[in-house]
């Protein structure tokens, strides 16, 4: 177990990336579920079956198979190679994306229709109602369901190592080979514990803060 | 008024017709509205009273005939709905108010957003209309933290803060305690008194005689009666009319 101890640093370093690597897929997750989860929610019936595609399609295929995809399959029809790291951000940003669609949806519908046409009888238009009207409401549900994301994509990373990717669990079975001891994946286990749970606590805290006053 | 040519009036409706799929909803709706003038709707629920007022505004689509607010013709895709919407205001049954602003908030939102009028003006707008509809000391309330008459109160101030020409009521008390159903009929009397041109669909039937220039009876999406509370509350010539009428008093 004392083995383990020299190597702490290099752990806590591959922490950070992954959760940088998390923190870049869930933005970039975020501008994506916010823009098909608007489109989702038009009434342009094309780009409401295009956005459902997508997010079937994402949800239903394994995340280790979208990453090989990513890593092996993108390159040879693009002809661009990516990194590890930016193959496993490009996968987990389209996959958090799909998820993120769904609770920017269902954020956007927990809005009762009588929001819109309160909105339109006083003469506001779509965008400015999308954005003071339905947005502040929406945000209820979208918060704690992106929240949960996060945290998805901070575990669903590990699955990067596979392309060779030295983020937390590489570092972790790395530096296992070297010392000859389950102790590194312990920490690591412990080192993604902290990390999420510190997220949900996170998620919970900025979820309270967007309550408003009273009922209905 | 006397009998002014349509052009002149602040609201048109000719020939009226609203369909939902093979349901004929409004069927041929003709009146007008001119200028300071309170119209009560009346007539039994499920009779297009509703769908009438949504046609108004453009909130809802119609079949065929034309509407014209205030020189306006009303068209639900047409360019210059945003126009109507702005000189039509509309007060609902439940009140719609935006749950996550406060009454001001509420209030000074559509000036804001819509008109583009500078913030300080909307609050000082705001704060005149909160105190107009006897609510100066609620301003920083959310919907959820006053009572249904309140709530509405601040959904007409909010409809005023627009400069409508004309009012929509939809049903305005009918979602309210018995004993709130006052101070907004109050509201909505001295904003008769003050000029504003009303629509108004009710099932208060004191409301109506008190303050309503002219009443219509509508029934099974037609115009059944039409005249001055006098005459219709009091003599209804057509025997769905009289029916009605005794069954609500």
Redesign the interface.
């Known amino acids: 177990m004392a083995g383990v101890v020299p190597y702490l640093g290099l752990l806590v370093k591959g922490a950070l990336i992954t959760l940088e690597v998390s923190a870049l897929a869930l933005v970039c997750a975020l501008v994506i579920g916010v823009v098909v989860g608007i489109v989702a929610t038009s009434r342009f019936r094309a780009a409401q079956a295009a956005a459902r595609v997508y997010v079937e399609l994402v949800r239903s295929i394994p995340l280790l198979v979208q990453l090989f995809f990513a890593y092996y399959g993108l390159p040879l029809m693009f002809k661009v190679n990516f990194t590890p790291y930016q193959a496993a951000t490009a996968a987990l940003a389209l996959y958090g994306g799909a998820y993120m669609v769904e609770a920017v949806r269902s954020g956007i519908q927990s809005v009762g229709r009588?929001?819109w046409?309160?909105?339109?009888?006083?003469?506001?238009?779509y965008w400015?109602t999308m954005t003071?009207?339905v947005a502040?409401?929406a945000i209820r549900v979208t918060l704690p369901a992106a929240a949960g994301i996060f945290i998805s994509l901070l575990k669903g990373s590990s699955v990067a190592s596979i392309i060779g990717f030295v983020e937390l669990l590489q570092t972790a079975v790395n530096i296992r080979n070297t010392i000859f001891s389950l102790s590194p994946l312990l920490v690591a286990g412990i080192l993604y514990f902290l990390m999420c749970y510190g997220l949900s606590r996170f998620g919970s805290r900025v979820e309270r803060r967007f309550r408003?006053?009273?009922?209905? | 008024m006397s009998a002014a040519p349509a052009a002149a009036g602040m609201l048109s409706v000719e020939g009226l017709v609203k369909r939902f799929g093979s349901r004929t909803v409004l069927n041929g709706i003709t009146f007008q509205v001119t200028p300071g003038e309170v119209l009560v709707i009346i007539g039994p629920s499920g009779g297009g009273k509703s769908t009438l007022l949504r046609c108004v505004?453009g909130?809802e689509d119609f079949s065929s005939g034309r509407i014209v607010l205030d020189g306006l013709v009303v068209q639900p895709s047409g360019a210059n709905i945003?126009e109507v919407?702005?000189r039509?205001?509309?007060i609902?049954q439940?009140f719609?108010?935006?749950?996550?602003l406060t009454a001001r908030q509420n209030i000074e939102?559509?000036p804001r957003?819509?008109?583009r009028r500078p913030a300080s003006e909307c609050r000082e707008r705001a704060e005149a209309l909160l105190a107009r509809v006897g609510l100066a000391e609620f301003g920083h309330?959310?919907?959820?933290?006053l009572s249904g008459g309140q709530q509405q109160r601040v959904a007409i101030a909010?409809?005023l803060a627009?400069d409508p020409k004309l009012m929509l009521f939809d049903e305005p008390t009918s979602a309210l305690d018995p004993e709130t159903v006052g101070e907004v009929l109050a509201v909505m009397k001295e904003l008769a008194t003050g000029g504003m041109t009303m629509v108004v669909v009710t099932h208060e039937l004191n409301f109506a005689k008190e303050v309503g220039d002219r009443i219509l009876f509508m029934d099974a999406g037609v115009v059944v009666e039409d005249g001055t509370p006098g005459e219709l509350l009091s003599q209804p010539r057509n025997p769905r009319t009289r029916q009605f009428i005794q069954a609500v008093l």
Do not use: C, D, T
């Not at chain 1, 408003?212 to 209905?216: E, M, N, P, R, V």
């Open positions: 009588n929001q046409e309160a909105a339109r009888a006083l003469g506001i238009g400015h003071y009207v502040p409401q408003y006053g009273g009922a209905s | 505004n909130l945003w919407r702005k039509a205001g509309m609902f439940h719609n108010l935006f749950p996550h939102l559509a957003v819509a008109l309330h959310y919907p959820g933290q909010r409809a627009m």
